[in-house]
T-cell receptor, first 112, second 114 residues
Framework: DAGVTQSPTHLIKTRGQQVTLRCSPK?????VSWYQQALGQGPQFIFQ???????QRGNFPDRFSGHQFPNYSSELNVNALLLGDSALYLC???????????FGPGTRLTVL | GENVEQHPSTLSVQEGDSAVIKCTYS??????FPWYKQELGKGPQLIID?????GEKKDQRIAVTLNKTAKHFSLHITETQPEDSAVYFC?????????????FGGGTRVLVKP
């Protein structure tokens, strides 16, 4: 079992650009959650996907959007990038009725 | 919503000593409390968790205690080793219409000195 995988590992963009990050959950998991982790802080919940629909959303603007595919993998899209979007973006996989969330290694996004 | 506070923010201990990290939460409906370890350049790794029907749980050198009345839970690491050096996060869930989202504490940077 490869665990939760994310791509790319690092990404550099400029203000105003758009970015897409990808996540594959652990085998057998059906739910993907995305978190943003600024330097020196704990992860902040962005949104959660189950059955290809957004089920819960944190306090993030609609510049942040996502998608879940039939194979349970997921994408996070961020439009009109701001300098403040620079962070580590983490994907966590789980079962919809389960408690445990397992995190991937993250994608480090730098916005210049 | 849920609010999780974590103390201390940094902790330096001598190898072999114990380390204790404490967290408080606000939502009395929370019933599951995980702890994550994050090493430099990596994602958070789930190291231990506890459910609300249990007061204490141990796994080798780590243990977690829960006081639901006071709404606080703690991580205890005994016989610390240099590889325990990392940032540790506590978290509490908030269940929505489907699934749960985690609210994290601010993290504790633990340094184990040889």
């Amino acid at each position: 079992d490869a665990g939760v995988t994310q791509s790319p590992t690092h990404l550099i963009k400029t203000r105003g650009q758009q970015v897409t990050l990808r996540c594959s959950p652990k085998s057998g998991h059906d739910t993907v959650s995305w978190y943003q982790q600024a330097l020196g802080q704990g992860p902040q919940f962005i949104f959660q996907y189950y059955e290809e629909e957004e089920r819960q959303r944190g306090n993030f603007p609609d510049r942040f959007s996502g998608h879940q595919f039939p194979n349970y993998s997921s994408e996070l899209n961020v439009n009109a990038l701001l300098l403040g979007d620079s962070a580590l973006y983490l994907c966590a996989s789980s079962l919809i009725l389960g408690n445990e969330q397992f995190f991937g290694p993250g994608t480090r996004l730098t916005v210049l | 919503g849920e609010n999780v506070e974590q103390h201390p923010s940094t902790l330096s201990v001598q190898e072999g000593d114990s380390a204790v990290i404490k967290c408080t939460y606000s939502d009395s409906a929370s019933n599951y409390f995980p702890w994550y370890k994050q090493e430099l350049g990596k994602g958070p790794q789930l190291i231990i968790d506890i459910r609300s029907n249990v007061g204490e749980k141990k796994d080798q050198r780590i243990a977690v205690t829960l006081n639901k009345t006071a709404k606080h839970f703690s991580l205890h690491i005994t016989e610390t080793q240099p590889e325990d050096s990392a940032v540790y996060f506590c978290a509490a869930p908030q269940w929505g219409a489907a699934g749960n989202k985690l609210t994290f504490g601010g993290g504790t940077r633990v340094l184990v000195k040889p």
